[in-house]
């Protein structure tokens, strides 16, 4: 295993808040980027923060980071972030479009101060248009996206998803384009502006629901803890539980009605086909769900596993991480918190030979790094103090 991280040679300025950005930031943070995150140095609960700096959330969105304590509003932050710009790579920032406009780094401005910076930037609604200014919360871009329109039972109010499906899209899309960006400065010297939103990435996450109306002009509804288009597929009662069931057609299909003893199923006329089987979705569910009711969850899962169909148990939380599949997969990494001590940080996705993505540090304290990174900037100590004494650090 090498000891270097794939984007190691990399700086990237983070001027994220909330959730979205510092998603797109930690993807690049956990393979090796020098991150500097910049925050304003009088709260440590300043706007924009997820909950407190101790908690869970802000210490799973921001590990692998340095903190910069700089208050942009001063006359002399000017400075210090030019400074940055000029030996950084990337820039990272999810405020409102007027907001970096009024700061004085809008990608105008960086990309005329070093050309070769990639400039990524996520809106609630994209950077212009007639919803550029408003504000966007991921629960409005679920709402605007469609996604709220197809969760739920069938009959049901509308209904957010159960995670913040939006933000974390726009923040995995950003930093592909980030990436993609840095690939085609290696051709052309030049930087991008690289952008997407939550209106954006929701629609583009809604896939092949969204395509049944594009390309169908079919309007979508909700179908509960079924698939919308196969059947049957979905989530069953057992004796002491749920299952997740999947075994829509053909070999899968016929497996799974001979485990459950319903084996007449595929040659019924009623369920013979899958346009059938969708104009008789109740009725097929019920007399499945009548004979997985008779069994435990794990018997299910281990019985129509080994007929090869697809199944698995549902799991609260607590019950994910003590999978044995789970715990095989190693999807926590310990970090030492100065305060808070020894932290269980739940680990990039995405594996590579040799050099997989790490949890090294855990969030910084507010402002840590902020004599360091000044002091890779060529800042004197005398100019730090004063920096310091005139409220910009």
């Known amino acids: 295993m090498t000891t270097k991280l794939p984007l190691d040679d990399i700086r990237v300025i983070d001027l994220t808040v909330a959730r979205a950005g510092p998603t797109c930031v930690r993807q690049l943070a956990d393979w090796g980027a020098d991150v500097i995150r910049i925050e304003p140095p009088a709260s440590p609960d300043a706007p924009g923060l997820v909950g ?15 903190s910069l304590a700089l208050n942009l509003k001063a006359p002399g932050a000017r ?50 248009g007639p919803y550029a200014d408003r504000g966007g919360v991921d629960q409005i871009a679920q709402g605007m996206g469609g996604l709220m329109s197809v969760t739920g039972l069938p009959g049901s109010e509308p209904t957010r998803a159960g995670i913040p499906v939006s933000d974390l899209a726009a923040g995995l899309y950003l930093a592909i384009g980030v990436l993609v960006a840095l690939h085609d400065r290696e051709r052309t010297g030049s930087g991008r502006w690289v952008q997407t939103s939550l209106l954006e990435s929701m629609i583009a996450m809604m896939d092949f629901q969204a395509a049944r109306w594009t390309i169908g002009h079919e309007v979508p509804a909700p179908a509960g803890n079924h698939h919308p288009m196969s059947v049957p597929m979905g989530c069953f009662a057992t004796a002491d539980g749920y299952v997740n069931i999947g075994g829509a057609d053909g070999r899968l299909l016929a497996s799974l009605c001979e485990v459950v003893g319903l084996p007449w199923i595929p040659a019924d006329p009623r369920f013979d086909s899958l346009p059938r089987r969708s104009a008789n979705r109740a009725e097929l569910n019920a007399l499945i769900g009548e004979r997985l009711r008779t069994r435990s969850t794990a018997e299910w899962v281990d019985t129509l596993n080994a007929a090869g169909v697809p199944c698995g148990p549902v799991y609260r939380m607590d019950e994910v991480f003590a999978d044995p599949q789970v715990e095989h997969l190693a999807m926590t990494q310990a970090v030492e918190h100065p305060t808070l001590g020894t932290l269980d940080i739940v680990r990039n996705a995405v594996r590579m030979t040799d050099t997989p993505p790490t949890v090294r540090a855990p969030s910084p304290e507010i402002g840590a790094h902020t004599g360091e990174v000044l002091g890779e900037l060529g800042f004197q100590p005398a100019e730090i103090d004063r920096l310091r004494a005139d409220g910009v650090i």
């Open 52 to 66: 407190s700096r101790h908690g869970p959330d802000f210490q799973h969105l921001h590990r692998n980071k340095r």
């Open 79 to 128: 400075e210090v972030l030019m400074r940055l710009v000029d030996g950084s790579d990337v820039l990272i920032e999810n405020m409102r479009p007027p907001v970096k406009h009024r700061l004085g780094f809008d990608y105008e401005t960086v990309h005329a101060r070093n050309p070769r910076l990639i400039y990524g930037s996520i809106s609630g609604f994209g950077q212009d």
